[in-house]
């Protein structure tokens, strides 16, 4: 591999002012197909943090004159101006992960063979950059028809007074420079922590901010990452989730966010490489890719555009920054459950949460425990309440109740899958079916859950409640199932009476809840009084639908003990529970 010296010899006869000046004016050369992969650790964001403060109490002191220059070295870290200019030229020469990266301040004389110079004045001090990796010139100007310069080892030297490039070079030879000694780059400052605890190494001169994403079912929640050229970028909610519409040429954008996952497409658990994507747009000036993403907790929706000119530099740094993303909260922090995976019982949730690993119909539908850390944000009172008034569970006479992270394989009604979603979950099983009186028939064996179904209440923004029933055959007369639905609740609703009970029957008017369907009158009482309940079945999750309209009907009151029903009292409103466990 030829040395960027050797491509630069025109150069050579020029002062070293002048010779910088051509470098930093050449024409940028055509963009690679295919950046190579990053190579950032997995444990990324805990050594980051240790090492900003490491850095932040060592390098509060301006730089001083020669002797303090030589008491920083002593195996310690660079100066943080070094750290960002050593991170500007790997991002410029098409690495911002490299494998390794040395520095030592030492003369000038010593450091010439490492940036392709013959010599340099032994009484002037420089700070020497080594970096290993995958690199490109991509800002050297060549002959027509050359390839641009590439290497695995990148070297600079720097000023210390003016801290800017004296030489650099690439190429692929060892250097063996004295007191050359490691440090992280990038560093904690350079590498973005997002709130979902992913993290990923941010650019220079790129921006990442948290941002809101459109969403048939919901706002979703998530973090914008662009460069320069698109800084100004905004989701949506369409096919992609950064706007096509006036998106820059040179523009590179992505966001990770909450939304749910389409049901099509198999999550990807890290180290991501660029082949992950899907591409799913081809628009005017940019195209854009998807892959959903698979965390310790969570599905997430990871989304990119790229603008038809975009800069091989921010092309390169966006695959590194795929391949580098990480999470901080591996399964480490999940608790061990005991025992092969099997059917809920009420030993699988312990302080309302579970602790072992269940599923219905051969893990078509599972929980796994949470992990240690995480907190619901429903409150679990609250949360059984919704769960028992889900339909699903009328006549169920045993179940449990508990959070973890639920998968469900089975997309129907509208119901997308589900990997790993924090959720309260219920579980109902045990259920009396009256079957017809020509007897029952054996449940095929293929069955393992026959009778079980549960309610998940999906936490998160883009999540939505869903139901499951598992495949059944109560009464052998042929198996149903599984069986995925939004999930819904029983509600009673206020309802007005049009004057006197006259005949057994009373007219009255109500109104039902958005989206909500009636679901039965309940009457009873004790001698010539009735209560009645008006109660309607509702989404949990309510979509578009018209504006609900009164309704008036004629509900037939049921005498108790012989004697007509005279007074009619109303029903407490609210959901309705309809577990009995």
């Known amino acids: 591999m030829r040395d960027l010296k050797d491509l630069l010899k025109p150069l050579g006869d020029r002062p070293m002012p002048d010779r910088w000046d051509s470098i930093q004016h050449r024409e940028v050369g055509p963009m690679p197909e295919e950046p190579h992969r990053s190579r950032l650790g997995a444990g990324i964001a805990a050594g980051a943090i240790a090492i900003l403060a490491i850095a932040v109490i060592a390098w509060l002191s ?8 030589a008491g920083e070295q002593a195996g310690g870290p660079p100066p943080s101006w070094l750290v960002d200019q050593a991170y500007q030229l790997a991002y410029t020469n098409g690495d911002i992960t490299p494998d390794s990266a040395e520095w030592v301040l030492t003369d000038a004389n010593t450091i010439a063979p490492a940036v392709g110079l013959q010599s340099g ?3 002037v001090q420089e700070y020497l950059v080594v970096l290993h990796g995958t690199f490109t010139g991509y800002d050297a100007s060549v002959p027509a028809g050359t390839s641009l310069p590439t290497g695995k080892v990148l070297t600079a030297a720097y000023a210390p007074d003016s801290q800017q490039v004296t030489d650099f070079g690439i190429g692929d030879q060892p250097v063996s420079v004295p007191g050359l000694t490691l440090f992280d780059l990038p560093d904690a400052s350079q590498i973005y922590i997002s709130p979902e ?29 662009t460069n320069s050229a698109a800084a100004s970028s905004t989701p949506s909610g369409t096919e992609t989730a950064v706007a096509a519409a006036g998106f820059p040429a040179a523009g590179v954008a992505m966001v990770i966010s909450d939304l749910p996952p389409d049901g099509q497409t198999q999550p990807v658990v890290p180290p991501l490489h660029w082949s992950d994507f899907t591409q799913v747009s081809n628009d005017q000036g940019s195209t854009a890719w998807r892959v959903s993403l698979e965390g310790p907790r969570q599905i997430f929706s990871f989304e990119v555009r790229v603008g038809d000119n975009a800069s091989p530099q921010d092309t390169a740094a966006l695959h590194d920054m795929i391949a580098a993303l990480a999470f901080g909260d591996q399964a480490g922090t999940l608790p061990s459950p005991s025992g092969a995976p099997g059917l809920p019982t009420q030993s699988s949730v312990v302080d309302d949460r579970f602790v072992s690993v269940v599923q219905l119909d051969g893990g078509a539908f599972s929980v796994q425990p949470a992990p240690i850390d995480s907190v619901p944000v429903m409150a679990k009172a609250d949360a059984e309440k919704l769960l028992f008034a889900s339909p699903v569970f009328q006549g169920q006479n045993a179940g449990v109740v508990g959070f973890g992270l639920v998968t469900s394989q089975v997309s129907q009604h509208g119901v997308p899958t589900y990997q790993a979603d924090p959720a309260w979950i219920a579980f109902g099983w045990g259920g009396i079916t009256n079957c017809p009186a020509e007897g029952t028939a054996p449940s095929p064996d293929e069955l393992p859950s026959n009778g079980y ?10 999540g939505g409640d869903l139901s499951y029933e598992a495949r059944s055959d109560p009464c052998g007369l042929g198996v149903t199932g599984p069986t995925v639905r939004p999930a819904t609740h029983i509600e009673s609703v206020p309802w007005t009476s049009n004057g006197q009970v006259t005949g057994g029957s009373l007219q009255i008017t109500y109104t039902l809840p958005a989206c909500g369907t009636l679901h039965l009158y309940d009457a009873g009482g004790t001698g010539d009084v009735d209560t009645l309940s008006v109660e309607a079945e509702v989404p949990n999750n309510p979509g578009s639908c018209s504006s609900p309209t009164p309704i008036t009907d004629v509900v037939q009151l049921v005498p108790a003990g012989g004697q007509p029903v005279t007074t009619v009292n109303h029903a407490p409103t609210g959901l309705v529970r309809q577990a009995q466990f």
């Open 121 to 123: 004045d032994p009484n």
């Open 197 to 225: 605890g992913w993290t990923m190494p941010l650019p220079p001169g790129w921006r990442a901010r948290a941002t809101t994403v459109p969403a048939p079912r919901g706002p979703a929640q998530g973090t914008l990452i």
């Open 453 to 462: 179904v549960a309610v998940a209440l999906i936490e998160g923004a883009g």
């Open 62 to 69: 301006p730089l001083g004159d020669t002797g303090d220059q």
